[in-house]
């Protein structure tokens, strides 16, 4: 099952921090000119040559209500609860696994339903790998999930992929759903293992390894439009991975699976446009995160490798540039070009004082790095979209423009900091002279007084001698305060 997959591991790794060293020359980047996408809303489910557009099942209920999970935790003794989805009677069927999307106010999810509650089953066993998830996705329906040791069922996540393997009784059903990041272009490929193929099977780990009673799922069916009485597809085949993706049967496919290294991919035959969308799906990091690569020109059954940052097979990054993150691939198809989105964190841009247009994409050429200008597609208060377009896939940096962080904080402001210090210096060493004086000024008036005009001219004559030239518009003010004061106070001595 996971032998024959392409690769496609893609890691974001923070590199550094974002107030870094001197800047690199780019083009910059264009602002919000770009109108955010639009919600995509067709779907399809391929298996193989075959492929099916398919609807979300609407309803007016979270997918949790739709599904209506129960056992002894979630509902009460009066109540009936045989650990089985009670929402989905009317969809289910005996020794049947049913797919479908929901629609409902919390979002898109993808729902699985083995087998028919109060059916003539004998049970089942069944283990999904659902690999291509994107970030945000999670299990937020288990059947089963409680506390004992008659819970068999396991639940498995890693970076890009979700899974689980279930094993249920007579009368009964297993099933889950997954959310999260389903609303945008996604492509889930669900890699099967059905009755005697899972790990499950005669596994004697199990607290009753015979709990399946024998029983088998005989057919797999997506289910497409009204929530009440939908269309049914059966699928082809019970062992043949099946992906639902966004778009339409006229786009290329592409199949997801694991690997030890991580998630692999496989691009399908191209269609006419010969275009092809990937999702990066393996990594994440607080600053950023890459969403999606739309490639040109793709060669048929093209293939995407992984490569590793910082090794001898990609270029390194200049020393005068800092990254966010990073992202290398590897390509065996002729033509690499294509667009990428990516978004960057809103809180990690505002600590820092960032705006978004000092945001820049630079993209690795053979042992060059070149500059792309990102457009925000989309700016929430969680975070800003961009997209950009690239030529090469030998490796990809989110990086910020240095110049910026040294304005805000680099060596501009700790020269100005040192000429007010001197300034400051200069006043102290005014202030001082100009005291000074004064009691000079006072002793000599003590011997013979003589006139106001004298001592204010012999005053402002000293401080202006005593100072460097920089200084002698603070020293002619401090002469023209004390001459003040000097007149004050013979005026009041003089009645």
Excluded at 36 to 44: G, I, K, M, Q, R
Excluded at 368 to 391: K, L, M, N, Q
Excluded at 459 to 482: F, H, K, Q, Y
Aim: glycine fraction near 10%; charge should be negative; charged fraction near 25%.
């Amino acid at each position: 099952m996971r032998s024959n997959r392409v690769m496609l591991v893609i890691g974001l790794v923070v590199l550094a921090g974002i107030v870094g060293p001197a800047p690199i020359e780019t083009g910059g980047v264009a602002t919000a000119s770009a109108t955010p996408s639009d919600a995509n809303e067709t779907y399809v489910v391929e298996q193989g040559t075959f492929c099916q557009p398919i609807e979300p099942l609407e309803t007016n209920d979270s997918v949790e209500s739709f599904y209506d999970y129960r056992n002894h935790e979630t509902h009460p003794e009066d109540v009936d609860r045989q650990y089985s989805s009670y929402g989905t009677q009317h969809l289910q069927a005996d020794d049947t696994s049913i797919l479908m999307l929901h629609e409902g106010p919390d979002g898109l999810s993808l729902v699985m339903v083995h087998d028919r509650l109060d059916g003539e089953t004998s049970g089942g066993i069944v283990t999904f790998d659902i690999v291509g998830t994107p970030a945000d996705a999670e299990w937020v329906v288990q059947d089963d999930k409680y506390d004992s040791v008659t819970n068999m069922a396991e639940w498995y996540h890693g970076d890009g992929w979700l899974g689980a393997s279930w094993i249920w009784t007579d009368a009964r059903t297993d099933g889950g759903a997954i959310q999260g990041g389903l609303d945008d272009a996604f492509a889930l490929t669900i890699q099967p293992a059905f009755n005697e193929a899972s790990p499950f099977y005669n596994n004697d780990d199990l607290h009753d390894p015979d709990w399946h009673n024998d029983g088998e799922i005989e057919q797999w069916e997506v289910l497409s439009g009204d929530s009440q009485e939908p269309d049914r597809t059966r699928l082809p085949s019970l062992a043949e991975p099946v992906t639902i993706r966004t778009g339409t049967c006229d786009e290329p496919s592409v199949t997801y699976d694991r690997s030890d290294d991580g998630v692999d991919a496989t691009i399908g035959a191209a269609a006419a446009n010969g275009s092809g969308g990937l999702q990066p799906v393996a990594g994440s990091s607080d600053a950023v995160q890459f969403d999606t690569i739309e490639l040109s020109d793709v060669d048929p059954d093209g293939t995407i490798s992984p490569r590793t940052s910082g090794t001898d097979q990609t270029p390194a990054l200049p020393d005068d540039v800092d990254a966010l993150s990073t992202l290398a691939l590897a390509s065996d198809m002729n033509e690499r070009s294509g667009t990428i989105t990516f978004s960057v964190d809103a809180d990690r841009l505002h600590q820092d004082e960032i705006e978004a247009e000092d945001v820049s994409l630079f993209e690795a050429d053979g042992d060059d790095w070149h500059a792309s200008d990102p457009v925000v597609r989309e700016e929430t208060d969680d975070t800003y979209e961009f997209e950009a377009s690239i030529t090469s896939l030998d490796g990809l940096a989110v990086t910020i423009l240095q110049e910026t962080a040294s304005d805000s904080g680099g060596g501009s402001s700790t020269d100005d900091e040192s000429q007010i210090g001197d300034e400051s210096e200069v006043e102290a060493q005014t202030g001082d002279e100009s005291e000074a004086e004064a009691q000079t000024g006072d002793e000599d008036e003590a011997e013979e007084e003589p006139s106001e005009a004298e001592t204010g001219a012999a005053d402002e004559a000293d401080a202006t001698d005593s100072v460097p030239e920089r200084g002698l518009a603070i020293v002619a003010i401090v002469g023209i305060l004390l001459f003040g004061a000097t007149a004050w106070r013979r005026w009041e001595e003089n009645g």
